[in-house]
């Protein structure tokens, strides 16, 4: 069998477990037994975290497939998937780690599972280095939807740094094949709105401070727009643990979504939080691009796997980006280009991405 695995250097270009992410999820849906060798070489802390081994461990027990080298500290893993199937599957980082990486690892396997699925996926829901569940919610869930399926995703509990303690269900059935996207026009910005929250043993005022701030620092750049962000408090029996943070969305004529977003944490000044949420937003709508830098990688796996020509307008690419390229054409027959958008104003930054999809068929369907 070794002479057929797929080997893949896991400690080039972002170097983190993205790159784990990407090319289990596309072994496992193209059935092609891989070795991951140097995982996570550049971090501080070589090797899979939790976070890393509960994503392997849910794409295993997905595919019923065989997983070597499965444990914390590891640095190579090798992993021959099976046939994928749905039901109810749980994964469980038993830390703060993030199940908005759970959800980007397992999400493209179980729309080519035999049956619907149900993802209990448990962790930190608002994690440092890892999307929020709110811009999983309100920014990443519709516009991932535009590839032509749906999913449910119900937030049974939040959790935060650093015991985590979460859990969020994801539901979703099947699809025969992926539509590409067309996402090319930004269009104007129609409304800014977000949630500041604070969780635990925090008050209210934290969550109106942040708030606050946000909207003064956009108020600067945009000035005719009404802004609304929500200050929350998370009901006690949906929170576990102490937390805060912000996302503020802006949303354009077109149905593109942009966000930024922030964490608080002990120290660390409830206006400051605001203000670099809001700092985010302004940058990502400075570009000109229709998706913010935290979207941009996310979509990489479904355009490479969709029927026909799907393309993006972007800013930067980012380096999260350029690895999730790299190993979707490494392991698929997706081609990507990206080229240096022609604007109308040089001084924006922005460029498309185009991709030929593979157009992945279900086989169970």
Known sequence: MDGDRVEIDGGIMEG???????????SCLLGLPLRVRRIRAGRSQPGLRPQHLSGLEVIRDLCEGKLEGGEIGSTEITFTPGKIKGGTHIADTKTAGSVCLLMQVAMPCVLFAASPSELRLKGGTNAEMAPQIDYTVMVFKPIVEKFNFTFNCDIKKRGYYPQ?????????????ELSPINLTERGTVTKIYGRAFVAGALPIKLAKDMSAAAVRC?????????????????PDDQAFGTGSGIIVVAE??????????SLGKRGKNADKVGIEAAEILLRNLKHGGTVDDSLQDQLI????LAKGV???????ITLHTQTAIHFAEQLTKAKFTVTKAEEEDPSKDTYIIECQGTGMINPNL
């Open 301 to 304: 796996i479904f355009m490479a």
């Open 310 to 316: 799907s393309r993006v307008k972007s800013g930067p």
């Open 164 to 176: 985590g303690g979460g859990e969020v269900v994801v539901q979703m059935s099947p699809v025969k």
């Open 218 to 234: 956009i108020r600067k750049e945009i000035r005719d727009l009404y802004i609304n962000i929500q200050p929350v408090r998370e």
């Open 16 to 26: 983190g477990g993205q790159i784990l992410r990407v090319s289990t999820a596309l």
């Open 252 to 261: 354009t004529s077109t149905g593109c979504l942009l966000a930024g977003s």
